[in-house]
């Protein structure tokens, strides 16, 4: 009896020092997760902030982790309980979705950037127009051919693409002939592939897309103002405000000017 005894207290004394292991390992999780800052954000923005958090990353020893989509999509998963300290949008429309369900920061609300809208093709289309009141823009789609943007039901860019073709005359002659993508990203996808003759996205995105080119940039004065609202998320973590502030430095501001952004006084 006194073999077995020993040998139950030896398991008890393994099984307690699994646990403290457990619970050391789950603090330092912790730890980390909460230096940790999370941004959701609006695809276009992918590249300019990758390389914005790896800057802040090397800076600060604080990992900053990235959710990308549509601002439609990650609007509703921030809504949803997803657990973000960072909002940034690709209109207001969504911010304003947010701040209306009390689930952002409203004081530190800002428009951060702009961009600007262009009709794009494949790199080796032939396809030639420019933008104009009425301009032929059913007919470069060719017979069967779609135009690729956003969903304009919910995706900013799509939203901007019908705000601008409605202001030039040519939106019913196209809008069932939309190839309506979840995000800018993908309607630019379409095009690289070939999938679509034509699309229209944003001029950041085209920088970093070797297999379209643009035709022609549709006038600012032809659609609603482009606007990248950010707001730190409520309940997110304390060390979010630090990297928010970092993204508004001449330093980050040359980035998103390198990738086609227009920075926001």
């Given amino acids: ?51 914005l958090g790896k800057a802040y990353t090397e800076k600060t020893g604080v990992k900053v982790v990235f959710s990308f989509a549509s601002s439609a999509a990650v609007a509703r998963q921030i809504e949803a309980g997803a657990p973000a300290d960072l909002f940034i949008s690709a209109d207001a429309e969504w911010m304003d979705y947010l701040q209306q369900r009390g ?43 779609r135009l690729s943007t956003g969903d304009p039901d919910f995706v900013p860019v799509g939203r901007y693409a019908r705000s601008a073709l409605s ?36 001029l950041s995105d085209v920088g970093v897309e070797k ?24 309940g997110g973590k304390p060390g979010a405000a630090a990297f928010y502030a970092f993204i508004l430095t001449p330093e980050s501001r040359a980035v998103f000017e390198k990738y086609g952004f227009i920075n926001r006084k």
Avoid: C
């Avoid at 952002?104 to 127009?129: E, F, W, Y």
């Fill in 1 to 51: 009896m006194s073999f077995i005894y020993v040998n139950r207290r030896g398991a008890l004394a393994s099984l307690a020092a699994v646990a403290l292991a457990m619970a050391t390992l789950l603090q330092g999780a912790a730890a980390k997760a909460e230096q940790q800052v999370t941004v959701f954000a609006a695809a276009s923005l992918t590249n300019a902030m990758q390389d």
């Fill in 103 to 145: 689930l952002v920061d409203v004081p530190s609300r800002k428009d951060i950037l702009s961009n600007r809208l262009v009709l794009i093709a494949p790199a080796d289309s032939t396809v030639q127009l420019k933008i104009a009141p009425g301009f032929a823009l059913a007919a470069a789609l060719g017979k069967d051919g």
């Fill in 167 to 202: 202001s030039l005359g040519v939106w019913n002659d196209v809008a069932d002939r939309l190839l309506r993508a979840e995000n800018v990203r993908s309607a630019m996808a379409f095009v690289a592939r070939g999938e679509a003759p034509l699309g229209i996205v944003y």
């Fill in 211 to 234: 297999k379209v080119r643009i035709i022609d940039t549709f006038p600012a004065s032809s659609h609603l103002p482009i606007v990248y609202p950010a707001a730190l998320v409520k």
